[in-house]
């Protein structure tokens, strides 16, 4: 009776975990992707960039940077790892059509991250 007490008490804890870990990641990513958006949107409007609202960016991701990598593959974090690291890049030099294809980049990245954390029947199969 105990080992069947202790299972339950392991599956409650393990199923608490998991749920409150999704709910964390989707929290961090969703606070970097509405920074994005506004960003892009700004951005997109005006036709400059604004280093403000590009250190805003860079400053939240290192934020969450690691609490992403350390719950989340590497390799899935990388191109929007990169791709924030080229934002910096664009803005000194001015590029913006590049800037924008980045963050949309970085945004849709982001976005199926989520998705692919989301535990439904077609992520566990």
Partial sequence: ???????????VFTVIFSVSGYFAIC???D???????????????EG??????????LKKWNR?????VSML????????????RCLENY?????TEEYIKTLNECINQLEHLK???????KNIF
């Fill in 1 to 11: 009776m105990k080992r069947l007490i202790i299972a339950l008490c392991i599956l």
């Fill in 27 to 29: 929290n961090r990513i």
């Fill in 31 to 45: 606070s970097v992707i509405t920074l994005m958006k506004n960003d892009r949107e700004i951005t997109v409007s």
């Fill in 48 to 57: 400059k960039i604004e280093p403000a609202r590009t250190e805003n960016i």
């Fill in 64 to 68: 969450h940077e690691v609490f992403l």
């Fill in 73 to 84: 593959t590497h390799y899935e974090l990388e191109e929007v790892e990169i791709g924030i």
């Fill in 91 to 95: 803005m000194d030099q001015g590029i």
């Fill in 115 to 121: 998705e692919t954390e989301r535990p439904d029947v």
